[in-house]
């Protein structure tokens, strides 16, 4: 859950800054030490769906252990970075208040005769 909140909040700066170089390689270099780090508890993978195929000829660990760690945590890290990141930088929801032009507005209001206009 940790990695995957770091690397949410990681990738979240990575949209916001204005610095090409900075949003290019700092999710490179987040995900590249993520999986260094959690290949010593998790593996490396970060691809649920391979690494809970492993779940069938692997036996080490039960059904609930796989799906808390390669399904649960990640989705509850990537849950938790977002709201870190809103409440460190205080962004608030914004929502569209985008219009159509009159002349759309007035060609979606009229009735429709069937035919093409050219």
Known sequence: MLL???LNVVVLYAM?????RMAYWSPVVATVALIVT???FT???MNPAVAFS?????QGHSWTEQITVYWLAPFAGAMLG???YRAV??????HSTRQLPAELKAKAAAPSTGQKED
Do not use: A, C, E, M
Request: aromatic residues 10%.
């Open 54 to 58: 492993w779940f069938h000829h692997y």
């Open 82 to 84: 977002g709201l870190l």
């Open 4 to 6: 995957g909140l770091i």
């Open 38 to 40: 959690g290949s010593h």
């Open 43 to 45: 593996g490396p993978s």
């Open 16 to 20: 916001d800054t204005d610095n090409k």
């Open 89 to 94: 930088t205080k962004q608030r929801v914004v």
